[in-house]
């Protein structure tokens, strides 16, 4: 049996904890794995790599991915589709193991789908937008990395006697947002689910400030629409995959709070460090459970399916059912956010 492995799209922490654990218990199963580097780029140009239980047991620690990865999509062109199928078959696969986020896992399913290829999704991203999985891995790091941030900010806000905007990833979901407002005893937070309100939010921190409290603390999420205006994109570049890239809304936010509220207000993006350095234990565990269930889905030949989170257990799913429309955060936790709005 030889399995193919990549990750694709954004790296989180997390990822190399599924390596290890797919290529152990392929190895367990008498088989081989190979890794493909840099996303679907791999497969397309066959670039991998040999991957050896022995060498691959100690990355559980480390963050990013051994492999590389890449937004590269097959499907921009039939050619390289047809590159990628040529490459799946030369090489003798008996399948391909891609970790990713919805684009990945959209390119898996079209692969099993249309190219009959054997391919297992296993859901990875920071942005815990992904459908059918109650979480994934790399959310517990980042909203870690969040807190541990804000807690810094909060000393020199209060120093100060600023009001701090941070503005965090997520795209068009608010879980990191909404975790790590609550995580952090933010005034407010900002999420692209919920309207903003401006003038509430400057109400609250002006009360709060009456009341004695010298710093104000505000989350906002990347992918927040301000009244009036849509998305903030960084740049013009669109990605493979069609998306832009976001940022610059907690600059904007920041500017409205001095504005209506005279109080001096500074912005901290946070960008990259949210999907930086080691994983949590909890991303390493949930990354190695879901790394076993779909080596075992690869073992059983069942394929065209998602491995996911479904409370305690691991369950998996039909690719087609996982993909193609994102997970935005649940209400009824923001609800809970905004008893803070108070
Ligand atoms: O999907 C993960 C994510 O980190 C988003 O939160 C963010 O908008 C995007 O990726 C950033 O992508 P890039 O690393 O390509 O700038």
Redesign the pocket.
């Known amino acids: 049996m030889k399995v193919g492995i990549l990750t694709g ?4 922490p997390g990822l190399n904890a599924v390596i290890r654990a797919v290529v152990r218990v392929i190895h367990n199963a008498g088989g081989e794995c190979i890794g493909f580097l840099d996303g679907w780029k791999g497969p397309i140009e066959g670039n991998w790599v040999p991957l050896k239980a022995i060498e691959t047991d100690e990355i559980i620690a480390r963050g990013g991915t051994i492999l590389g990865s890449s ?1 590269t999509n097959p499907y921009k062109s039939e050619a390289t589709v047809a590159k990628l199928v040529a490459n799946y078959k030369t090489l003798g696969l008996d399948a391909l193991v891609a970790i990713g ?1 919805d684009d990945t896992l959209g390119v898996a399913m079209k692969l099993h789908d249309e190219q009959k290829l054997n391919t297992v999704g296993i859901p990875k ?3 815990n ?1 992904l459908s059918c999985t109650d979480f994934t891995f ?1 959310f517990d790091t ?1 909203i870690n990395i969040v807190m541990e941030a804000v807690d810094r900010i909060r000393t020199t806000a209060e120093s100060h006697r600023r009001v701090m905007v941070i503005e ?4 068009n979901a608010g879980w ?1 947002a909404c975790f790590s407002g609550i995580a952090t005893a933010a005034d407010f937070t900002l999420v692209p689910e919920v309207p903003v309100d401006i003038e509430k939010m400057c109400h609250v921190l002006l009360e709060r400030r009456a009341a004695g409290k010298r710093y104000g603390l505000i989350i906002v999420s ?2 927040v629409k301000l009244p009036k205006g849509g998305m903030i994109a ?1 740049t013009s570049e669109i ?1 493979e995959f069609g ?1 832009e ?3 610059g809304v907690g600059d904007r936010v920041a500017e409205m709070i001095q504005e209506r509220t005279k109080i001096e207000t500074r912005c901290v993006t946070l ?2 460090l ?2 930086g350095g080691p994983p949590s234990a909890y991303d390493r565990v949930l990354g190695t459970r879901l790394g076993i269930h779909a080596a075992q889905l690869v073992i059983k030949q069942q394929f065209g399916r998602m491995v996911a989170l479904r409370g305690l257990h691991i369950v998996d799913v039909p690719l087609a059912e996982a993909v193609g429309t994102n997970r935005t955060l649940d209400l009824a936790i923001m609800e809970e956010a905004e008893e803070f709005h108070k």
């Open positions: 799209g954004g790296d989180c937004r986020g991203t920071i942005d937008d790399g980042s965090t990833m997520g795209r990191i990347e992918g960084k990605d998306h890239r976001l940022g960008g990259h949210q999907r």
